[in-house]
């Protein structure tokens, strides 16, 4: 099967001239990774690659060699439509969905809708940078140091640096592969994990004076006003689910980002195998992880607040 999967992705590849990538919306560390990673592979095979973020790319990853090639928008044809870290078409962003649904979707969400031709999704793989590291060589493609910076990216941030439930053995031995290309992992490690903006730090004050908690929940809520108030750019929570996630005696945190036009973004991390915080995340049209879920749901935040923590309740 898998075997099938390889072959016909490498002849895809093969044959194709222009190929466009991209990663999901509101991309994280594991989707820029895994865009620059192939796209730099394909490039040194001397592929016309165009790899796209129409909402630009975080200025937190624009350490990383590749990261000067992203585009805001396509130019001119393509012929092949890839798409990583990305488990349903509608987080493909909205200026690309009129190349309709990509041909491969290479991805590691356990809630991969498998809307393309060819889906390459493996739910146990720690990230789709994982994925990657593992095929790349399959497909001929080769990992040079840039690549291997990329991909190094994409496990450390969506494994927390090696520490998430889902961590497995396979993420370090590869880890270690990517390292002995030379890949300088500490400051990676810092760039991609542990430095943060004046401006994110005061976002954070505005988020943790908010912080409630009922039995094993904990939650907190970042408004536009706070956002505004610290002169914050951009539209998510600076990560701080992720400290939230740390609070003892409560398994499970929330956090919820008020959008504009409302909207409000929900993100979910649990502590412990036995909670499943992504089907709590489908039930709002969101998805993720069993550890690690989010979801953007239409309404206000006193709107979506209680039906969101009733039905995050119902599974503790
Ligand atoms: P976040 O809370 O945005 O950090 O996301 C946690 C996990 O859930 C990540 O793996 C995301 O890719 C996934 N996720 C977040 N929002 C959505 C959504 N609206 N639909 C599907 N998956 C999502
Ligand atoms: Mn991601
Ligand atoms: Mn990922």
Not at 27 to 40: K, R
Not at 205 to 229: C, F, P, Y
Request: net charge negative; proline share 3%; charged share 25%.
């Amino acid at each position: 099967m898998i075997e099938a999967i390889d072959a016909s992705i490498k002849e895809r590849l093969g044959n194709a001239e222009k190929i466009l990538i991209t990663g999901h919306i509101r991309p994280d560390g594991d989707a820029i990774g895994s865009m620059l990673a192939l796209g730099l592979s394909l490039l040194n095979a001397d592929k016309d690659v165009q790899m796209v973020l129409p909402a630009g790319l975080p200025t937190a990853f624009s350490h990383l060699e590749g990261s000067e090639l992203v585009q805001k928008e396509t130019e001119g044809d393509i012929d092949l439509f890839i798409s990583v870290d990305c488990a349903d078409f509608s987080r493909i962003h909205e200026d690309l969905q009129s190349f309709g649904m990509p041909a491969i979707n290479i991805d590691h969400h356990i809630t991969n809708e498998k809307y393309a031709e060819i889906n390459l999704v493996e739910a146990d793989s720690v990230a789709t940078a994982s994925i990657l590291t593992e095929h790349l060589p399959v497909w001929g493609l080769e990992i040079t140091k840039p690549v291997a910076a990329a991909l190094l990216t994409g496990l450390i941030t969506d494994t927390l640096g090696f520490r998430t439930l889902n961590m497995n053995p396979k993420a370090f031995r590869q880890a270690a592969t990517l390292m002995e290309l030379g890949i300088d992992l500490p400051d990676l490690y810092y760039q991609a994990l542990v430095s943060r903006s004046f401006k994110a730090a005061r976002y954070w004050g505005a988020g943790l004076s908010s912080l409630e908690r009922d039995g094993q929940m904990v939650w907190a809520v970042l408004s536009l006003k706070n956002r505004k108030a610290v002169n914050y750019h951009g539209n998510d929570d600076a990560d701080l689910i992720n400290m939230l996630s740390a609070i003892e005696d409560s398994p499970v945190a929330l956090i919820f980002v008020e959008q504009p036009k409302e909207m409000v973004k929900v993100s979910w991390r649990a502590r412990g195998k036995e909670w499943n915080v992504a089907q709590v995340a489908a039930q709002f049209g969101g998805g993720g992880h069993r550890a690690a879920a989010g979801a953007t749901i239409k309404g206000s935040l006193d709107e979506i607040k209680p039906k969101v923590l009733r039905a995050t309740r119902e599974i503790l």
